[in-house]
């Protein structure tokens, strides 16, 4: 069975890779456009699916939303490699804080976690998703569509989760709201990343241009791996902001990104 991160929604800091300091949120087309779509499903009791390359921001947008509009009723669960029915089962147990022990049969299982998304409203996160494969997916509506229960269901993953959701009629039909993540385009970085971090407020815009030309490409990920190596330049070097010379320096250690 596959080790599943699960629970409730994780703080802030944890919102932005390596935990970067100091990072904050910047409310971009695509997050305010993710904060509308998650109030439509929840009013809906919907699933929906947002989809796209790792490190444009779904993960960081879903949890936004979600500590603004159901902080107390959300439950993520974070896959990894292959997850079966059985792994999903075992981390809702989990993710819920059901008491006791997980039943050994599936249908006692399958009873038993019914049960307790019929006690409140709840929304599930499904976190990398393109992980699943069509028995997994299934599974998701299996709960969904139980008369029972009383919930919403949020995919986030890459392309793999949305071709796997179209390719099947019975799922792709069940999907309320399908939201496409891209990376950054050139003009929004230069008006993103200033605020994404104070390392990048007093930047040059043919900077931080050439910086997401030559090694960040539009994605935060990138961007906060980046802006890591800087700080950690910046207090070697001792240097107050950052310049072309010390980007230099960083891709000569770092490889080139």
Known sequence: MID??????????????????????????????????????????????VYGPAGSGKTMSINSA??????????????????????????????LGLPGEPPNRPIEFDNLLKDALAEEFRILVCDEAQWMKKTSFEYWRHLWDDKRTDIAVVFAGGDGCYKILRREPML????????????????????????????????????????????????????????THVLNGMRRKNLRQVDEDLIHWVYSKIGGM
């Not at 500590?67 to 792994?87: I, K, S």
């Not at 008006?191 to 040059?204: E, K, L, N, Y």
């Open 66 to 95: 979600l500590r603004h509009l159901a902080p107390e009723n959300t439950y993520r669960l974070e896959l990894r490699a292959g997850p079966t029915p059985r792994d999903i089962r075992h981390g809702l147990f989990k993710a």
């Open 4 to 49: 599943l991160d699960c629970g409730l929604l994780p703080p802030e800091t944890d919102d932005h890779f390596l935990g970067l300091e100091h990072a904050q949120l910047v409310g971009t087309e695509a997050l305010l456009t993710t904060k509308d779509n998650i109030e439509a499903v929840i009013e809906a009791k919907a699933m929906m699916c």
């Open 172 to 227: 792709a039909s069940r999907i309320h709201i399908w939201q496409e993540y891209t990376r950054l385009a050139r003009a929004e970085v230069l008006q993103v990343i200033p605020a994404f971090h104070p390392v990048w407020a007093t930047a040059t815009p043919k900077l931080i241009e050439t910086i997401d030309q030559q090694a960040a490409h539009g994605s935060f990920r990138n961007w906060a791996n980046i802006t």
